[in-house]
């Protein structure tokens, strides 16, 4: 399913890969691949290839199919807590939890970074 899409997407790169190229998709998806890599990648760079999982992310998107998006954050918010070199990773997603957890948090606007 996730090669079909690509196809449909006007993919020009190898499909047998487990690193597909942003830069093989046409100007419209590239532009939407580039926002999910942005926003849910768990890399620090790289963002000019997409590994399997992220395909599989922009695929669902594309065919409006049902993807556990919440399991793939917690799995790599984990994975980074694990590690020796610890990130701030999904800063909104945190963002959204806490504001659901504790609505009655005080915000002070002057003090705190906007997004």
């Known amino acids: 399913m996730v090669k079909g899409c690509m196809l449909r ?16 998709f046409t100007k ?3 532009f939407f ?3 999910v890599v942005h926003a849910l990648s768990h890399r ?3 963002y000019d290839v997409m590994i399997d999982y992220q395909m599989c992310m922009v695929t669902a998107l594309v065919l409006n199919k049902k993807y556990n998006f919440s399991r793939i954050i917690f799995h790599y918010m984990k994975e980074n807590i694990t590690s020796k070199s610890r990130t701030w990773m999904y800063l909104r997603f945190v963002q959204m939890m806490l504001d659901h957890a504790y609505p ?3 915000k002070d606007e ?3 970074l906007l997004m």
């Open 9 to 24: 997407m006007g993919y020009t790169g190898p499909l047998n890969n487990t690193n597909y190229l942003k830069a093989c």
């Open 28 to 30: 419209p998806y590239k």
């Open 33 to 35: 691949i580039h926002s």
């Open 44 to 46: 620090k760079g790289g």
């Open 104 to 106: 009655d948090l005080v």
């Open 110 to 112: 002057d003090n705190d």
